[in-house]
């Protein structure tokens, strides 16, 4: 494996202190960094409990000041490069690393990166459970919740596993030198204009999980991307219909070249989106050596993750499941897609500039209801009026409420919002729970 880059020399200034902050702040004081951190957020709010003895915290302020102490810093990856400090150090050349940018160099593991606007954390996740199929050790990282950084302090627990990343577009726009041994991008679609500020511009952030790959590395990608060159040096796999992918589905088989894996009806995944998925996963841990017994096992048994899709419980008949990691329109249109009885579909938050248009004919082919929460209520009236019976729920409670009261035996109450659920909640795993809870009530 070739050797990472170098760190910078520090004192080092840690930007933001959400899950990934934290972990940078802990791997850059294990290392016998000086460290300072700083988030807008109130001292009182951020649980400093959760820093590492050592590092000197600024709440509350915007940092700028502080990049008069330090050499080098290390931006969250929820923190936009239009904040001040992350602007001013960038005007001073001082270094700015992401938090991914940082593990990778710090952990020598070898990585499979994934990413794409859809599927990621199933994705992962099902990366996992076929390499433990395989008796191969493996660590699953990155935006599906375990900080990579976490892994850097304790070496010892870690030695020799695959490291499985799930990369966001907020991470990878933050990469320098990011060589993953094998990287995977499932789908590209629209999500995140508000930070991004353009289709394009959050398109070259997921394409930047492959620009440094070398010739040993492995691309993964599925057919139709779009994208004719992805960038960097590495074998290029592809996933498809076609005969001619390395993984291809042909009359209802997956075939790994000429070996047939199994049935898609065999997966115990939900949807057509997740036999993409699959294959996605079956393609690079196929490509990168793991047996074809183990992948075929492990595609069987794999049942997916928390958030998505996720059937919560049946009362009087009714499905309730739970799809808030559906936090933009292609997602939402997914879980739509997914049933073939009539669905109450819960739909709203906040909002990321996206276009709920393609919505209309989804919610008209498959709904029954539209149940309407939080700030971008409005909004979706405005687009879904006279696709279906509509509701202005204002909260989750009501809407589940509302939802409970007109669903029939037989059909399914949705949460598939289309929207990031920080107008209402902390985030799209509390307000899966929230769900639950009133589902079970």
């Known amino acids: 494996m070739p050797l990472r880059p170098l760190l910078p020399p520090g004192p080092w200034l840690v930007v933001g202190l959400a899950r990934s902050g934290v972990a940078a702040a802990a791997l850059l004081r294990a290392r016998g960094e000086e460290v300072l951190a700083t988030d807008r957020t109130a001292a009182d709010r951020l649980r400093a409990e959760r820093l590492p003895d050592g590092v000197e915290l600024h709440a509350g302020v915007d940092g700028v000041a502080l990049l008069e102490r330090v050499r080098a810093v290390v931006k969250s990856p929820g923190v936009p490069a239009s904040a001040p400090v992350v602007a001013a150090a960038r005007a001073r050349g001082i270094p700015v690393l992401g938090e991914l940018e940082l593990a990778w160099r710090c952990v020598p593991n070898e990585v499979i990166a994934v990413t ?32 990579y950084s976490s892994l850097a302090l304790d070496p010892d627990a870690h030695a020799g596993a695959v490291v499985v990343c799930e990369a966001s577009s907020f991470q990878l726009e933050d990469t320098l030198e990011f060589a993953p041994e094998a990287a995977v991008i ?10 991004h500020g353009s289709l394009a511009a ?16 492995v691309a993964v990608a599925p057919e139709g991307l779009g994208v004719v060159d992805l960038g960097g040096c590495a074998r290029r796999v592809c996933f498809g219909d076609s005969p001619e992918d390395e993984l291809s589905l042909r009359a209802g088989t997956l075939w790994w070249d000429q070996t047939p894996l199994l049935r898609a009806e065999e997966l115990a995944l939900r949807g057509p989106h997740n036999v993409r998925n699959a294959m996605a996963a079956a393609a690079v841990a196929l490509a990168r050596g793991l047996p074809v017994d183990a992948v075929r096992e492990g595609l069987r048994t794999f049942g997916g993750v928390p958030h998505r899709l996720e059937e919560v419980v049946v009362r ?36 990321k500039a996206e276009d709920y ?79 639950r809870q009133l589902a079970r009530m």
């Open 186 to 195: 499932l789908n590209l679609e629209s999500d995140h204009l508000d930070r």
């Open 316 to 351: 009087d008949g009714v499905t309730y499941v739970n799809d808030s990691k559906a936090t933009n329109v292609a997602a939402a249109l997914v879980g739509l897609a997914s049933f073939e009885v009539p669905v109450h579909v819960i739909l709203g938050g906040q909002g």
């Open 202 to 217: 959050y398109h070259a952030a997921k394409l930047k999980v492959f620009a440094n790959q070398g010739n040993d590395d």
């Open 357 to 435: 248009s393609p919505l209309r004919d989804a919610v008209a082919a498959h709904c029954a209801g539209a149940y309407l929460i939080g700030a971008e209520a409005p909004a979706l009236r405005a687009v879904l009026e006279g696709a279906a019976p509509l509701r202005d729920c204002g909260d989750l409670a009501h809407a589940v409420a509302a939802a409970r009261a007109a669903a029939r035996p037989g059909e399914v109450v949705l949460l598939s919002p289309a929207c990031a659920s920080y107008d209402q909640f902390e985030n799209f795993e509390i307000r899966g729970e929230a769900f």
């Open 116 to 147: 794409g606007t859809n599927g990621k954390t199933t994705t992962v996740e099902l990366l996992g459970h076929l390499h433990r199929e395989a008796g191969v050790p493996v660590a699953v990282v990155g935006n599906v919740g375990t900080a």
